[in-house]
């Protein structure tokens, strides 16, 4: 579903790739200052990288949507604050309109700012796994349609949101474990 292998953004956290060859990511588009889905899917992005500890070719890239506020000092400070302690995990900033190029054109996955959205800023709430290779992996459902994302506005703990939805971070945590296993 895409080809993910020469991504080059700054990573103010560590200075380096983020996509290391031999190793699985989960990716998110989030910012710090989010009142609304953010804190839900750091939550399970913590569940999972408190569920994933014995694997070290495992990791989390996390971009801001919004790199004017969320400094390398705010997000060492936000992954302090958020329980993030996996060394694999990494918050990213960037020039913006890098970030939404590849929030919207290279994972498809929806991100936007506006004064009107609430906090100014709007993204889809979905994480996408990129595989050893640098590739997005994706499951079939019971339909046998492709299933390239996992919402992870859901809280995996309450299993359902107010609108009925089911959380998926199950289904991520089985499709983690496959492609760690190859």
């Known amino acids: ?5 020469d991504l080059h953004l700054s990573l103010r ?3 380096q790739d983020v996509y290391k060859r031999q190793k699985v990511y989960v990716v998110e588009f989030f910012f710090t200052t989010c009142t609304t889905i953010c804190p839900v899917m750091n939550t399970n992005l913590v569940h999972i990288q408190n569920s994933f500890t014995s694997f070290p070719d ?3 890239a996390s971009f801001t949507i919004n790199p004017e506020f969320d400094t390398s000092e705010v997000l060492k400070m936000y992954a302090k604050e958020n329980g993030i302690t996996n060394p694999n995990w990494n918050l990213m900033t960037g020039e913006r309109r890098d ?4 929030a919207n054109d290279g994972f498809n996955l929806y991100t936007a700012a506006s004064p009107d959205f609430v906090d100014g800023f709007e993204h889809s709430g979905y994480f996408a796994i990129i595989d050893k290779e640098g590739y997005i992996r994706s499951r079939i459902d019971r339909f046998g349609n ?3 994302y996992y919402k992870g506005s859901v809280n995996f703990d309450e299993k359902l949101d107010k609108n009925g939805e089911a959380e998926e971070i199950t289904l991520l945590k089985e499709d983690l474990l496959k492609l760690l296993s190859e």
């Open 13 to 15: 956290r560590q200075r």
């Open 146 to 148: 492709p299933k390239i």
């Open 99 to 102: 970030i939404y190029k590849l």
């Open 1 to 5: 579903y895409g080809d993910h292998r």
């Open 58 to 60: 495992f990791g989390i």
